[in-house]
Antibody, heavy 110, light 112 residues
Framework: QVQLKESGPGLVQPSQTLSLTCTVS????????VHWVRQPPGKGLEWMGR???????YYNSALKSRLSISRDTSKSQVFLKMNSLQTEDTAIYYC????WGQGVMVTVSS | DVVMTQTPVSLSVAIGQPASISCKSS???????????LNWLLQRPGQSPKRLIY???KLDSGIPDRFSGSGSETDFTLKISRVEADDLGVYYC?????????FGAGTKLELK
């Protein structure tokens, strides 16, 4: 059974760095790509970036200067790091393959 | 970036009636590998999105055949033959052909 689960801090201060982890089960990160998507409260979905099965990454150009995606295949984990957070980065952050995780709500506030 | 234009923004449908949602892309979604990476997702209230359809018309496992997808190049449609109460929520199209992948703005399906 394929599962993805996001974890990370619920509250981040402005200008700080967000670190999230996506832990997957039921498949190998060396066989499937995993994407990160976010959704501000009450708004639509924004694609952030992708960790490809071969380790290649691609980022949304709007976030590229602040965003980094990496992985640890031995732990079945994909990581998202985004720096210089602002209040407009407040959102639910999802990791997804075809299936979606439950999401983690991140609030940027002092 | 590829712009995905979804219409209508909202849709009010009675149970048992059909529904149709359009998604138009600003450029062709045919990939160099010949496939068209167009997905449809449903986000029920308070839930994560769920993929319903991939590659334009292929239903995900467990998705009832009341749902169907069609289209090509830049013009795509999601149809529900008979709306049920469980179908309520926001529908999104998502293109995975070009980077960055992009979503439509969503169509809210409500009960009439």
């Amino acid at each position: 059974q394929v599962q993805l689960k996001e974890s990370g801090p619920g509250l981040v201060q402005p200008s700080q760095t967000l670190s999230l982890t996506c832990t997957v089960s039921g498949f190998s990160l060396m066989d499937y790509s995993v994407h990160w998507v976010r959704q501000p409260p009450g708004k639509g979905l924004e694609w952030m970036g992708r960790m490809k099965y071969d380790g290649d990454t691609y980022y949304n150009s709007a976030l590229k200067s602040r965003l980094s995606i990496s992985r640890d295949t031995s732990k079945s984990q994909v990581f998202l790091k985004m720096n210089s957070l602002q209040t407009e980065d407040t959102a639910i952050y999802y990791c997804t393959r075809a299936e979606w995780g439950q999401g983690v709500m991140v609030t940027v506030s002092s | 970036d590829v712009v995905m234009t979804q219409t209508p923004v909202s849709l009010s449908v009675a149970i048992g009636q059909p529904a149709s949602i359009s998604c138009k892309s600003s450029q062709s979604l045919v990939h160099s590998d010949g496939k068209t990476y167009l997905n449809w997702l449903l986000q029920r209230p308070g839930q994560s999105p769920k993929r319903l359809i991939y590659l334009v018309s292929k239903l995900d496992s467990g998705i009832p055949d009341r749902f169907s997808g069609s289209g090509s190049e830049t013009d795509f449609t999601l149809k529900i033959s008979r709306v049920e109460a469980d179908d309520l929520g926001v529908y999104y199209c998502l293109q995975g052909t070009h980077f960055p992948n992009t979503f439509g703005a969503g169509t809210k399906l409500e009960l009439k």
